[in-house]
Structures are given as structure tokens and as C-alpha cells.
């Protein structure tokens, strides 16, 4: 009852209305009142107006990073999803932390830094486009193509009679061959049969060939995964690449660390890693829980051409051994696999 004047202003802002400021007195309202209201209703249209951009950034920004982890993992279908996986099971590992009173009774990551874990997740390996797609892919250790070719060289030898009386059957010789190719992993068996096949020659119209060249011997002789020397060169420069890629975009105060995230989550607690063997205190916490999340995801997704897929005990087992030899942080691992996956 005792209002007896009103006064409504509209928030304009780019010719945009925005909402109105509205009062309501008990005393009628002066031109020196509208001026002042008009001021504040001004002020009020630009800070709504910068909320509203500010979340459109955001989603922006979230959009952008979503882009590239799915343009990165759709170069290699077999990792396919596997930046969103890893970026699920950072934020989960970040989470469990926060509400971990025994291990972690005073480490606390606020709602920024669990976003900016979850973004370099996503955004770990985006590196990779740099890559070959000769070495990204690469799936044996030399081309099926050149195993034929050793095939047919070893049927040529059994027609001109160049092997040896106790010569085992060619067609075994090559499915271990075929085996050796495609394996993760080389016997001392296996690196034996190589280096006896390597020394195997014959001759046509003066000129030798060897069985084996030196290129296909150095590359099955690798003994394990499938990579050459100057190919896993290239794989292990992807952190500092990914890291030089998200430069250009200027990320927020709040995730004034995600390069660092990103660009560490292949190093070792002992020094091991790459690509700057940094160790202990020189790891940031956040890149710890990256790289056992990358490690875990990349031992258990879909079987790959270069190896099968771990089942989740084994994988379980592999990240405790990487921590008692002190190259993971052994209280993280303990609260991954207490936290994360058992309540998966």
C-alpha cells in the first residue's frame, strides 16, 4: 500500500534487450533518479552480456578441443575413442582424489582444475597429427608384402637347390616368419631362427641375394612392439608437438597448466620418460594422473594389429609393477584401481 511510484529500465546492450531493471518507491521518482537507474542498467546490460559470451566461449572452447581429440582418433580407427576414455578416467582418478581422507587428506582440486584435467585428457595426443601415417599405423615389422617376397626367395632356393639337406619345410618357415611379423614381442628362439636364415644365400648369373636384407632382419629383430629405432624417435616427439599445437590457443587463466599437463604425461617418476626425463617433484601431479590413465586405456582397448587386448586384471597387475619400480605414483595407482575401477 505504500507504493506510490514504479520505475522500469530496460538492459539494452547491441541493440539487444537483455531483461529491465525495474524499482518500486514510496516516494515518486525524479529525473536525477532515471539518470542514475539508466547508469546501473547500463553497467548491468554489459555484465549479463559478458556472462553470456563468457559461456559461449566455454562451449566454444569445449567444442574445439572435442574436434580435435575425435579428428586425432579417427586417423587410426583401432584408437578410436581413446582420448574421451582417457579424459573420462582422468576426471574419475581426479574425483576419487578429492574424496580420498587416507592417501590424500589435504589435496583438494577445485572445479577449474578438474575441467582442465578432463581438456588435457582429451587433448593429450593431438600431437600425433604430426605423426606419419606410416608409423601411426604401422601394424607389423616390415609389409606382409616383403614376407611374400622372402616366400618366393625360399621357393626359388628348394627349385635351384640351395638349401641345406635338413632345410625344415619352406611352408613352416614362412608361418614363423608370418608369427615373428606380427608379434609384440621376440624369443631368443625366434632371434636364433632370424640370424640363421639371415646368413642364407644364392646366386643368379654372378649376382647374390641374401634371404633376409639388412633392413628386414634389423626390423624383425626388434624385440618388442614394432617400431625402428628412428620410428619410435618420431612417436615420442607427439608430446612436445601436442604441446606446441595447443600454444596457439589461448586458453583461460584457470588452465594456465594444461600445455604442461599435456606435454608430461609420458614421463616416469624415475626419469625414464619422454619427452624430457623429467622425474619426481618435476611431474606435476595432474600429468601423473594422465599417464596412468593413458596406460591403463591403451592396455585394454580393442585389440590393436600390433597386440591384443589386456583383460583388466593383467592391465591392473602391469600398473602396480610400473609403480614398485617406482615409475608411477604408487598412491595413485592404489586409488585408480580402488576408486575408479572397482566401482566401475
Not at 122 to 131: A, E, N, R
Not at 143 to 158: A, D, F, G, N
Not at 228 to 249: A, F, G, N, T, V
Not at 305 to 310: E, S, T, V
Request: proline share 5%; with cysteine; net charge neutral.
Amino acid at each position: 500500500p505504500q507504493i506510490i511510484s514504479f520505475l522500469g529500465v530496460p538492459l539494452y546492450f547491441s541493440d539487444k534487450v537483455l531483461g529491465g531493471l525495474f524499482l518500486a518507491g514510496t516516494s515518486p521518482f525524479t529525473s536525477l533518479h532515471l539518470k542514475s537507474i539508466t547508469t546501473i542498467a547500463t553497467f548491468g546490460a554489459i555484465a549479463i552480456a559478458n556472462s553470456v559470451h563468457f559461456l559461449e566461449v566455454q562451449k566454444m572452447l569445449e567444442a574445439v578441443m572435442v574436434s580435435l581429440a575425435t579428428a586425432i582418433d579417427s586417423r587410426d580407427p583401432c584408437t578410436a575413442g581413446h582420448s574421451r576414455r582417457t579424459a573420462q578416467y582422468a576426471w574419475a582418478l581426479a574425483k576419487a582424489v578429492n574424496e580420498d581422507e587416507e592417501l590424500f587428506p589435504n589435496f583438494k582440486f577445485t572445479k577449474e582444475q578438474l575441467r582442465e584435467i578432463y581438456y588435457a585428457a582429451l587433448l593429450h595426443d593431438v600431437g600425433k597429427i604430426g605423426v606419419k601415417e606410416s608409423v601411426l599405423n604401422k601394424a607389423t615389422k616390415v609389409s606382409p608384402q616383403r614376407i611374400e617376397v622372402v616366400y618366393l626367395k625360399l621357393k626359388l632356393m628348394k627349385k635351384l637347390n640351395k638349401l641345406p639337406h635338413d632345410f625344415p619345410d619352406i611352408k613352416e618357415v614362412y608361418d614363423k616368419l608370418v608369427k615373428i611379423n606380427t608379434s609384440g614381442y621376440l624369443s631368443d628362439q625366434d632371434r636364433e631362427f632370424l640370424k640363421s636364415l639371415s646368413e642364407m644365400s644364392f646366386e643368379i648369373d654372378g649376382e647374390k641375394f641374401y634371404l633376409l636384407d639388412e633392413e628386414e632382419l634389423n626390423a624383425l629383430l626388434i624385440p618388442r612392439g614394432n617400431l625402428l629405432p628412428h620410428e619410435w624417435k618420431e612417436i615420442k616427439k607427439h608430446p612436445l608437438e601436442s604441446y606446441r599445437i595447443l600454444e596457439q590457443i589461448p586458453f583461460p587463466e584457470n588452465m594456465k597448466n594444461l600445455r604442461i599437463i599435456v606435454r608430461q604425461h609420458h614421463e616416469k617418476l624415475d626419469g625414464t620418460g619422454y619427452p624430457n626425463g623429467r622425474k619426481n617433484d618435476e611431474i606435476l601431479f595432474q600429468s601423473r594422473i594422465l599417464a596412468i590413465c593413458d596406460i591403463f586405456d591403451a592396455l585394454t582397448a580393442a585389440d590393436r594389429p600390433y597386440k591384443k587386448a589386456f583383460p583388466i586384471e593383467k592391465a591392473v597387475d602391469i600398473l602396480r609393477q610400473e609403480a614398485k619400480a617406482g615409475k608411477l605414483d604408487q598412491s595413485l595407482v592404489e586409488v585408480f584401481i580402488k576408486k575408479v575401477l572397482m566401482q566401475k
